[in-house]
Antibody
Framework: EVQLVESGGGLVQPGRSLRLSCAASGFTFDHYAMHWVRQTPGKGLEWVSGISWNSDSVAYADSVKGRFTISRDSATNSLFLQMNSLRNEDTALYYC????????????????WGQGALVTVSS | QSVLTQPPSVSAAPGQKVTISCSGSSSNIGNNFVSWYQQLPGTTPKLLIYENNKRPSGIPDRFSGSKSGTSATLGITGLQTGDEADYYCGTWDSSLSAGVFGTGTKVTVL
């Protein structure tokens, strides 16, 4: 059974940093691209970032470009999102998602989602 | 602000049909596959349709997808109370080099 478990969320002040992790299991992690998608409470989905199976290709939403960095570690089957210079508008539930394909550009065919990690940016 | 536009809400009686539109452009829907997701209240999104019109195993054939030009459509027939949820389209935008989701549509069963 595929499992994606996010961790690292919490309350942080504007301008500070936070690192999200996603522990993946139940599939061959280094065969698939992985993504982060966020959702502000009560609002819609926003794609944040994606990384190819071998980390050769990464992509970011304009809203986070230059501030967030996505990475992955095949040794520990983990996906990460380093979030720097956080803003109030980054407050959201961050989902780790598994793509069906290995590459970025992506299919946006996300066949498995984690439960999410809540990030709250507030002074 | 999303580059994919969906109606905020649609509704119909049980057993009826609803369609949800997703309007984009040549840089996204026009040249890339579209997926659709269902998000039931308090749950995580679930893949309903991929590659414009294909259903993952376990998704009933009451759900269908289509694409024409720069627009995509999700259809739900035989509407059930359990279909009350938010629905999102998603695709890749080749100009932005980024994934994009639609604004979301709330389906209400009257």
């Amino acid at each position: 059974e595929v499992q994606l478990v996010e961790s690292g969320g919490g309350l942080v002040q504007p301008g500070r940093s936070l690192r999200l992790s996603c522990a993946a299991s139940g599939f061959t992690f280094d065969h698939y691209a992985m993504h982060w998608v966020r959702q502000t409470p009560g609002k819609g989905l926003e794609w944040v970032s994606g990384i190819s199976w071998n980390s050769d290709s990464v992509a970011y939403a304009d809203s986070v470009k230059g501030r967030f960095t996505i990475s992955r570690d095949s040794a520990t089957n983990s996906l990460f999102l380093q979030m720097n210079s956080l803003r109030n508008e980054d407050t959201a539930l961050y989902y780790c998602t598994k793509d069906h394909s290995p590459t970025v550009p992506a299919s946006i065919r996300f066949d498995h989602w984690g439960q999410g990690a809540l990030v709250t940016v507030s002074s | 602000q999303s580059v994919l536009t969906q109606p905020p809400s649609v509704s119909a009686a049980p057993g009826q049909k609803v369609t949800i539109s997703c309007s984009g452009s040549s840089s996204n829907i026009g040249n890339n596959f579209v997926s659709w997701y269902q998000q039931l209240p308090g749950t995580t999104p679930k893949l309903l349709i991929y590659e414009n019109n294909k259903r993952p195993s376990g998704i009933p054939d009451r759900f269908s997808g289509s694409k024409s030009g720069t627009s995509a459509t999700l259809g739900i027939t035989g509407l059930q109370t359990g279909d009350e949820a938010d629905y999102y389209c998603g695709t890749w935008d080749s100009s932005l080099s980024a994934g994009v989701f639609g604004t979301g549509t709330k389906v209400t069963v009257l």
